[in-house]
């Protein structure tokens, strides 16, 4: 019997859900698990994540080609049609699901990992390593992570929306060569993809697309400003409203401005640091 993780990751949709899972992996320790993901490049990478052994599957439906009937896994993907998640709870002696959507509900022969639902066998939590809420001194006035993907090249379009006002830019991974060099132009204080704990963590102020960075930032002390992305699905909204996080919808740069400007004055939630509750969780059911 194996464990197994699968995240689905990419070009089209970033790294949020890949960081989390890294972050739990991790926090696991002593279990030997093996992270699948769905993009082969990010899965190259996730050694430098602090994740021993992962493998590249391309779809969900490769699962079965390497796991075997009886294994345990966590899951995080919304691709699975419900046909397809219930021969999955069945196929796995143990099925952990991560949820982001308030709708959700756990199902039979599920556990389940959610920022919204309460009950038996399931986790009320987010995701957030530890690290985050060392508190550091903040070096940076402004930053700017739009995310980790960009296919269609939605911050050149917008980029007056936050250009003039000169913040560090963290530039994502999945950046064509020649759209991260024409951004580096353009940002001058600019930060490569490896930066990425160091900005999160040095920056007063951090707007960004990123659910996952905004709950590092705040965690860290910071004080992110959420820009729900187009092409986002707006899971995290109710979340953030309640952490009292500002939150910006349609690049709608005068309201951006004001919230910016008026930041000092905001008053943030206070974060909880919940790891040991969600690992305690998640070992209990994988044992």
Request: proline fraction near 2%; charged fraction near 30%; hydrophobic fraction near 35%.
């Amino acid at each position: 019997m194996k464990f197994y993780y699968y995240v689905h990751t990419g070009h089209r949709i970033g790294l949020d859900r890949f960081r989390r899972a890294c972050t739990i992996i991790r926090a696991l320790g002593d279990i030997d698990i093996t992270l699948l993901c769905s993009d082969f490049r990010i899965a190259n990478e996730a050694k430098h994540f602090g994740v021993k052994t992962s493998v590249g599957i391309d779809v969900v439906r490769n699962i079965p080609q390497i796991a075997h009937h009886g294994d345990k896994i966590i899951f995080d993907s919304n691709e699975a049609n419900p046909i397809m998640l219930n021969d999955m709870r069945l196929f796995f002696s143990t099925f952990i699901r991560v949820s982001d959507d308030e709708n959700d509900k756990k199902e039979d022969n599920e556990f389940l990992i959610s920022p919204y639902l309460e009950g038996e066998d399931i986790c009320n939590a987010y995701i957030v390593d530890d690290k985050y809420f060392e508190l550091k001194e903040k070096t940076i006035k402004l930053s700017f992570f739009f995310g980790d993907d960009d296919y269609e090249k939605d911050l050149e379009k917008y980029m007056s929306f936050i250009e003039d006002l000169n913040p560090d830019l963290l530039l994502g991974f999945y950046y064509f060569f020649d759209y991260a060099d024409m951004l580096k132009k353009k940002f001058k204080n600019n930060h490569e993809f490896e930066d990425y704990d160091e900005l999160i963590t040095s920056s007063e102020v951090l707007v960004t697309s990123s659910p996952q960075a905004v709950l590092e930032s705040l965690a860290s002390g910071g004080k992110p400003i959420y820009l729900q992305r187009d092409d986002y699905a707006k899971d995290f909204i109710k979340l953030f409203q309640n952490l009292n996080i500002p939150i910006i919808q349609n690049y709608d740069k005068k309201y951006f401005t004001e919230t910016f400007n008026s930041i000092n004055n905001h008053k943030y939630s206070k974060m909880q640091q919940n790891s040991n509750k969600l690992i305690n969780f998640i070992k209990g059911n994988l044992n």
